[in-house]
């Protein structure tokens, strides 16, 4: 399979509130509501820096032609640091669990978040070997990522796409709209391990008054492989801000690749918490 890298994780409203609000009696345009979407994703990056959450990704993984279907269930902190000098956010992952049994020592939990905390010169590098070691744990090289297509609204990013209005009933109740999105500038900002380009697509729900993303679909297709990548929202009493839930992603090749892969992952969310990042490294 092949992996997908982000150029950066830039990513980054309204005040977050739990409940809809209402600022106008008629539905915005679309140009207002991507406007009011792009200043709550900023606000949402704002204020959901360095945070750590424990991840619950439930992965299934066949091949055509066999008979057998692998399944895996991995634990891991997960977090988001921002960094001085940083124009967006890093995120890295340490699996601690691996189908009910554990892979680290007592010892060494919230390793990533007392590593941000003592501040190393080289904490950058540390973190990510982390993360490429918990990486080897997973069925599939896919690295899971619940923010990307969010980050599709902010100001940086919006001219590189086309967005229009869904069609019909958004599907998550009333003052919701669907927003569909396509990117149509090159090079994409998604790039493949071979460094083709990979466009974006997708849909965006987005409460109209306020601006608030409650689900993102994201379409990524590569000559014959498809991948798709779906985030739902909920509100966290801890954070007092609404935050990802679940991610579902699937991975699939066509029929006419010999033993090609098909991978599913589930990916829930739980125990936020904001951690202190003491470094003054600057990432380039």
Known sequence: MRSVTSAAAVLASLALCAAPCTLDAQSPSLEQLLDRAGTYVDQFFNQFANVVAEEHYLQEAEWRGEPTKQTRVLRSDFLLVTFPGLNGRMSFRDVFEVDGRAVRDTSQADRLVRLFG????????????????????????????PFVALGFLQAVFRPRFRFQRGDGDSGAGPNVSTVKFEERQRPTILRTGADKNLTSRGRIWIEEPTGRVLKT???????????????????????????????RESYVTPPSVVRGPTFRGVATYSRFRRFQVRTEETIR
């Open 118 to 145: 003592d501040a190393p010169p080289d904490v950058v590098r540390r973190a990510r070997e982390i993360t490429e070691a918990s990486a080897g744990y997973h069925l599939a090289h896919i690295e899971t990522d």
């Open 217 to 247: 679909e994201l379409l990524l297709r590569l000559e014959r492989d498809s991948r798709e990548i779906v985030t739902t929202y909920r509100w966290d009493d801890e954070l007092h801000m609404h935050v990802p839930s679940e991610v």
